[in-house]
């Protein structure tokens, strides 16, 4: 009985089905372009066996300390960054990759790509956290209310969108601001704990997105959120 609370312990998290949630939207976005040839195919299932991994092992790591213990070396970051290159370098390394990612990516309407990010609404769990006393200011400002207030944009430009049709130069601009939202919380992360830009050593500290569960935000789920703008410029640019 004890194993299977400590199964449930790892799985129960709202973070890890918000992941999963996206690996399998994205997933449905690839796998569109079937016509790509089964070379793409099968790069795409590479990609999600080893983005699904990918989590595993950043669960892992985060149980055991390793994200925070390393907080110096901007561990957080670099997860960010892993699944970025790992995920352009697989698709865009070949012909196939390319020419397939592209067709999926015309296959996809402007409001799905847009509806994804109504996802990001559950940053209103850190806002929560703050409330609670377990998240600085800081991070309130640069990173929790900005992502909930674009994932409010989502919801609005959702709804016009049944209507009107959305233009590409704004939904191009709305997605680099969309990009452009993750860094004052992938910045502010290092504020309070042992870091080249450290500035405050007051509490509550940011040691919380060095942790499991919401260490899986930085290292996961944001990413994929990056990778889903990234996936709708390609089509609009």
Known sequence: MRNIEIYYEQIRPLIIWLGLLE????????????????????????????????MVAAISM?????????????????????VISYSVVLFASTDVGRSGLLLAASQASDSEMVAFHTLRLLAIGTIIKYRQGQLPLHFLILGSVPDFLFALSAVVIVVIGTNVSLDSDFLILWHCIGIGVFFGAGISMFFSVPSPIRISHNKPDSRLTFEFP???APNFTVPLFALAHMFALAKLA
């Open 214 to 216: 919401m260490v899986l």
């Open 62 to 82: 985060a149980k055991k300390g390793i994200y925070l213990k390393f907080s110096s070396h901007f561990s957080n970051l670099l997860g960010f960054l892993f």
């Open 23 to 54: 690996l399998a939207w994205t997933g449905s976005w690839l796998l569109g372009a079937l016509s790509g040839g089964t070379g793409y195919i099968a790069i795409t299932v590479v990609w999600m066996i080893s983005t699904f991994a990918w």
